[in-house]
């Protein structure tokens, strides 16, 4: 049951955002480490969906429980961070000014600057949690290619918004 929960919401997950996206560019070959990376994790995921969790640790409930819970927080933050941000989404560190005219400082975005980012790596503790998988510890390296996105977009945003952006900046957190 804690698979198909864990599928069935990936698969909406990914139809939303396909269906909710405004991205009319291609992807970069700049990079294709990263593009890599995220379907390599996403394999992984699908991987223990259907098979089971990789190098698993005793199962216990109220872990399942625990990890079940923060996944969907993760996700439900998802989609708040995705519906807020709205037509000023575009490809990870990058902008484009003319589809992306606005900074988006209120809402989900008033609490972290990389809402999107924060869910993602909430989701995959809660996954892994969820399935009592020691893939769990794939987080480190997650937190530092969102970590390296993150800072890549500071300074194209700086950029593009100057000041304003400085100030968002200084008042809230990157994740939290």
């Known amino acids: 049951m804690i698979r198909f929960y864990l599928c069935l919401t990936q698969i909406l997950l990914i139809c939303f955002w396909i ?3 405004n991205r009319k560019r291609a992807l970069p070959k700049k990079d ?3 593009y890599i990376f995220i379907n390599s994790w996403t394999l992984i995921f699908i ?3 259907i098979f089971g969790p990789i190098l698993s640790f005793p199962s216990n409930p109220i872990i399942q429980v625990i990890g079940l819970l923060t996944y969907s927080f993760g996700l439900i933050t998802a989609l708040i961070s995705k519906i807020t941000i709205a ?3 575009g490809l990870p560190m ?3 000014q003319k589809s992306q005219p606005e900074l988006i400082v209120t809402g989900i975005y008033s609490i972290s600057r990389n809402p999107v980012y924060l869910s993602e790596m909430i989701m ?3 996954f892994e949690l969820s399935l009592g998988s020691y893939f769990i510890f794939l987080i480190f390296p997650f937190y530092s290619l969102n970590r390296y996105k993150a800072k890549k977009e500071e300074v194209i945003l700086t950029n ?5 952006y400085h100030q968002y ?8």
Not at 160 to 164: A, L, M, S, V, Y
């Open 160 to 164: 593009i918004f100057g000041k304003k």
């Open 169 to 176: 900046y200084k008042s809230t957190p990157r994740f939290i």
């Open 19 to 21: 269906i909710s996206s």
């Open 32 to 34: 294709f480490f990263y």
């Open 47 to 49: 991987f223990q969906v």
């Open 94 to 96: 990058q902008h484009d």
């Open 124 to 126: 995959v503790i809660g």
């Open 87 to 89: 037509k000023n989404w």
